[in-house]
């Protein structure tokens, strides 16, 4: 297969370069001795500024191999930085445990970072022949190729259809149930080579792309993770308080979307006309520059979302 490399002599693991920084920093305006989640610390980037602002810090990341960047952040911000293992949705209780009532704000940098993508030996990414593991959380039970050799047809098709079109997705399904059939199913060269059956194409993003996004997406149920995380965190945020979400593929993004929209306030006192109270009074949404594209190209699909919850008198 001439498109994977060999995942030998890989040593350059490229650091992480928080995406869409500027404007998280501009627009939701962290600052001194505010409270702060990033549920995605990641390199720890973005929580580095968060830092630098003044705030103070729980950072989650479910990958065990952010804990020694965070224990590197740790030796400059010592007690106003905490990390904790484990998943987003789960922040009521990483604050509970921090004894946190309330934050000012919630980051979620959604999706993996570079230096995960960038690791041959996760299997994330097609550009080496590697196990098709593709789990965060090496500690979670099941693996890609658990999933697709687990899955019927039909369940594959709808795997698939999170980032392709039906047609598409049950192609692919199909793919993949041949590919098992004849034994040949365990790496992300194997997934390469049946997909590119499937679907021989002259288009620039390489046919590979959406359906490992797919994949990643669902062995990690991403999707449930990001739906009860929302929720949770809009409890946490004290009025006032920013609810700030990166996502980087359109089925969250459109999530994130109606979330922020399903819980607005409108107008405020004897105007307002839904919505319970503790609602968000406004939201935005930010892209990155053309600037920041060229320098770091996987920012392209990035969007940023931010919502602020109501002030008291707002109320
Ligand atoms: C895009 S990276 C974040 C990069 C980070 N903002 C930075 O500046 O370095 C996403 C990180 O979130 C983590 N992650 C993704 N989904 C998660 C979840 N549901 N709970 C906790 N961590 C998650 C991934 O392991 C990854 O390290």
């Known amino acids: 297969m001439r498109e994977l490399q060999s995942a030998k002599g890989v040593t350059d693991r490229r650091q992480h370069e928080p995406v869409l920084l500027r404007e998280l920093l501009a627009a939701a305006e962290p600052a001194e001795g505010e409270r702060w989640i990033d549920g995605t610390f990641g390199f720890g980037g973005?929580?580095?500024?968060?830092?630098?602002?003044?705030?103070?810090?729980?950072?989650?990341?479910?990958?065990?191999?952010?804990?020694p960047r965070a224990a590197l952040l740790q030796e400059t911000w010592r007690d106003r930085l905490r990390f904790v293992?484990?998943?987003?949705?789960?922040?009521?209780?990483?604050?509970?445990a921090?004894?946190?009532?309330?934050?000012?704000?919630?980051?979620?940098?959604?999706?993996?970072?570079?230096?995960?993508?960038?690791d041959p030996s996760r299997g994330f990414s097609f550009r080496w022949d590697a196990p098709l593991d593709m789990r965060m959380d090496p500690s979670d039970p099941r693996t890609?190729?658990?999933?697709?050799?687990?899955?019927?047809?039909?369940?594959?098709?709808r795997l698939f259809a999170v980032t392709t079109r039906p047609a598409e997705s049950r192609r692919l399904a199909r793919a993949v149930v041949r590919a098992r059939e004849r034994g040949r199913l365990r790496t992300t060269g194997d997934l390469v080579a049946a997909i590119g059956a499937a679907r021989p194409s002259r288009r620039r993003v390489h046919p590979a792309t959406r359906a490992f996004l797919a994949l990643r997406i669902a062995v990690n149920d991403e999707l449930g993770s990001l739906e009860r995380a929302l929720p949770a965190a809009l409890r946490l945020l004290a009025?006032?308080?920013?609810?700030?979400?990166?996502?980087?593929q359109s089925e969250e993004d459109r999530r994130v979307k109606h979330f922020l929209r399903e819980h607005r306030q409108r107008g405020s006192?004897?105007?307002?006309?839904?919505?319970?109270?503790?609602?968000?009074?406004?939201?935005?949404?930010?892209?990155?520059?053309?600037?920041?594209?060229?320098?770091?190209?996987?920012?392209?699909?990035?969007?940023?979302?931010?919502g602020w919850k109501e002030r008291t008198e707002e109320l």
């Open 85 to 96: 293992p484990g998943n987003f949705a789960d922040m009521a209780e990483a604050a509970r």
């Open 269 to 306: 006192g004897a105007e307002k006309i839904s919505g319970a109270p503790g609602g968000f009074a406004r939201e935005a949404r930010f892209l990155p520059s053309g600037e920041e594209i060229a320098r770091n190209p996987r920012s392209r699909s990035a969007r940023l979302r931010i």
């Open 144 to 157: 890609a190729v658990d999933l697709l050799h687990e899955l019927d047809e039909l369940d594959l098709a």
């Open 239 to 248: 009025p006032g308080g920013r609810l700030a979400v990166i996502s980087f």
């Open 46 to 67: 973005h929580a580095a500024a968060l830092l630098e602002r003044g705030c103070v810090v729980l950072a989650i990341d479910r990958d065990p191999s952010a804990a």
């Open 98 to 118: 921090a004894g946190w009532q309330s934050v000012d704000g919630v980051l979620l940098d959604l999706g993996i970072s570079s230096g995960q993508l960038d």
